[in-house]
């Protein structure tokens, strides 16, 4: 059974730092590219970052320059080095493929930036 749990989120201020983790099990977690995705109220969910089987970032514009992904492939852990936030960062933030394929989502972990 897949299971994709993320933490550490929580409220930061404008220019503040987080640093999410998205603990995996229930697949072989080094086999996959591994993604962090966001939602806020009333938008879609999009894709933030990316980083592939051998550890090749990609980025979405929004965040290029402050956001930055990396795994632990010993831990099955995903990370996210959030810098210089800023409150259109505000979202629940999710991880998994880049194509959403491992078909099970978790419950994401809110990120809240504000003053």
């Known amino acids: 059974q897949v299971q994709l749990v993320e933490s550490g989120g929580g409220l930061v201020q404008p220019g503040g730092s987080l640093r999410l983790s998205c603990a995996a099990s229930g697949f072989t977690f080094s086999y996959y590219a591994m993604s962090w995705y966001r939602q806020a109220p009333g938008k879609e969910r999009e894709l933030v970052a990316t980083i592939t089987r051998p550890g090749s970032p990609i980025y979405a514009d929004s965040v290029k320059g402050r956001f930055t992904i990396s795994r632990d492939n010993v831990k099955n852990t995903l990370y996210l080095q959030m810098n210089s936030l800023k409150p259109e960062d505000t979202a629940v933030y999710y991880c998994?493929?880049?194509?959403?394929?491992?078909?099970?989502w978790g419950q994401g972990t809110q990120v809240t930036v504000s003053s």
């Open positions: 998994n493929t880049p194509n959403g394929g491992l078909g099970s």
